[in-house]
């Protein structure tokens, strides 16, 4: 799966928001689900775990193996909902300039 999202924010500012607690619960669990605990600690080789609670505890587990600040994150992330299944992430940061015109060509 490849997914692209453009964001109007200075790359350590989103790259910020992958390693926060604060920053990560919001968006980890969706609906009624919340976030009790996410304790993220990204150092090369580091260990994760992300409680998501809903009608019942979702534990997602990972470990750091690539991080190039305001750059590059590679994660391996695992869930309890699917058996422990490992997949590896990666999150690319990179920098656009949009240009913006009215009619004609460029």
């Not at 999202?5 to 980890?28: C, G, Q």
């Not at 009608?55 to 309890?80: A, Q």
Request: with cysteine; aromatic share 10%.
């Amino acid at each position: 799966m490849h997914l692209v999202r453009l964001m109007p924010a200075p790359r350590a500012r989103v790259f910020e928001t992958w390693w926060e607690p604060d920053f990560i619960k919001p968006w980890v669990a969706s609906g009624a689900m919340t976030v009790p605990a996410a304790p993220v600690d990204f150092r090369l080789g580091s260990l994760d775990e992300i409680h998501m609670q809903g009608d019942e505890l979702f534990v997602t587990r990972g470990e750091s193996r690539e991080i190039v600040p305001d750059e590059k994150l590679v994660f391996t992330r695992c869930c309890s909902a699917f058996d422990l299944r490992e997949a590896l992430a990666t999150i690319s940061l990179k920098a656009f300039i949009a240009v913006a015109w009215k009619g004609g060509r460029m």
